[in-house]
């Protein structure tokens, strides 16, 4: 089940948006609804997420702010962006930030709903090739650790450039 967090300074908004969704069909979960970046920073201390839906303007904190903010800490989080601001410099900005999608209020329901889904399915992604990662990293920290059987040692010593210190047999 996919974390979300909510941010949206207007609360008809931000409660349109919670109950505009079938969260659950989705495998999603609202955990937190903030009003400002400020305080969804603050909530993120208390329980990370995994996709941050947000408004762009909001006091104290916008939404290209709050993005930054949360890039610095952690890039695997996810964003949305909703926004009444059709102005090019924000999607600019929200581009060099990794967003996931940048949708204009009125908020279209099929388009949060796709949009969600697919920043869903981009983060298995994100996540299977993390995992990927971490398995190549075991492995090798097995071979330098001489902890490989000989069949195993064999095919890490094939991968390498031919040199005399791979050898199969101890």
């Keep these: 089940m996919k974390r979300v967090m909510l941010v949206e300074d207007e609360e008809p908004i931000l409660q349109g948006i919670r109950y ?7 495998g999603m979960q609202v955990v937190h609804m903030a009003h ?7 909530m993120l201390k208390k329980q ?3 996709i941050i839906v947000t ?4 006091p104290e904190m916008n939404g290209i702010e709050l993005i930054s903010n949360v890039r610095k800490i952690d890039n695997r989080v996810r964003f949305l962006i909703l926004s009444g601001q059709d102005d090019f410099n924000y999607a600019r900005d929200a581009l060099k930030l990794d ?16 949009a969600l889904i697919n920043t869903s399915n981009h983060l298995d992604e994100i996540d299977q090739k993390n ?5 190549k990293n075991i492995s090798w920290l097995k071979f330098l650790s001489e902890k490989l059987d000989k069949n195993e ?5 094939n991968k390498l450039p ?3 210190g791979c050898e199969i047999y101890p």
């Design 20 to 26: 505009i969704n079938d969260w659950q069909s989705m």
């Design 153 to 157: 040692k064999e095919k890490f010593c």
């Design 36 to 42: 400002n970046g400020i305080e969804a920073l603050e």
């Design 99 to 114: 967003v996931e999608d940048y949708i204009l209020k009125p908020i279209n329901e099929q388009q949060l709903q796709d």
């Design 55 to 58: 408004d762009i303007e909001m």
């Design 162 to 164: 031919d040199f005399s």
């Design 48 to 50: 990370p997420v995994d």
């Design 131 to 135: 995992s990927e990662n971490e398995r």
